[in-house]
């Protein structure tokens, strides 16, 4: 069966410092991948999304970029951090026509 | 492009009640996706259904049923007998493209009260 793993659960981080949050899909092959944001009690917005190796588009105009440097891993990054980029980060994975899958959630603190 | 809409910031129930959360999409496209998810509070999201647009048979699962109305471009969600379990944020979301795209409803804050 198909896993994604998150990592880490929670961070805190200051200003200015960079981040680097990993995902990773297990159990399937080609997976569509995604970066959402959700601040507090918000809704999720997506960041990125990617549909292979090396493909990726990003939605939001901001201050993060991402990176899929295999076929099932995802990682989403920054060299300085920001107030604003605290929130609730989601990796997800969908096949074709199917639903996403959501990782665990890694909640960023920037202080 | 795609937009999903979800009118009901919060709604608060009490245990038993029934309870239903809207959810209004828009697409330009003929193929499309819609689902429903459930955020608890341990904030992982948890997928409840999916119906593409092709499918507009009601869909009923326990204490769970949704309305998909293409017609009003809806595709509500009802939660019979609602229980505190119940409680949480539930998204509508929408998809594209294959499933290359999704994009969330603003989400619902269920409260259900003992």
């Known amino acids: 069966s198909q896993t994604i793993h998150q990592w880490p659960a929670t961070l805190v981080q200051p200003v200015g410092s960079p981040l680097s949050l990993e995902c990773t899909v297990e159990?399937?092959?080609?997976?569509?991948l995604y970066w959402y944001r959700q601040a507090a009690g918000r809704g999720l917005q997506l960041l990125f999304y990617s549909i292979g190796i090396d493909q990726i588009s990003s939605e939001v105009p901001q201050n993060l970029s991402a990176s899929r440097p295999q076929d099932r891993q995802f990682i989403l990054s920054s060299k300085k951090l920001l107030l604003s980029d605290s929130g609730f980060y989601l990796c997800?994975?969908?096949?074709?026509?199917?639903?996403?899958?959501f990782g665990q959630g890694t909640r960023l603190t920037v202080v | 492009a795609q937009k999903v809409t979800q009118a009901q910031t919060e709604i608060s129930v009490v245990e038993k009640e029934d309870v239903t959360l809207d959810c209004v999409y828009e697409?330009?496209?003929?193929?499309?996706?819609l689902f429903w998810y459930k955020q608890p509070p341990s904030g992982e999201l948890v997928f409840l259904i999916r119906?593409?647009?092709?499918?507009?048979q009601n869909e009923i699962s326990g204490r769970y049923s949704w309305n998909f109305q293409k017609s009003t471009s809806s595709f509500n969600f009802t939660i019979t007998a609602s229980q505190v379990v119940d409680s949480a944020v539930y998204f509508c979301a929408l998809s594209e493209n294959y499933g290359q795209n999704f994009v969330f409803g603003p989400g619902t804050r269920l409260s259900v009260l003992p």
């Open positions: 697409t330009r496209d003929t193929t499309y996706y």
């Open positions: 997800a994975w969908s096949g074709l026509n199917t639903e996403a899958f």
């Open positions: 119906r593409n647009s092709f499918d507009e």
């Open positions: 159990g399937t092959s080609n997976p569509n």
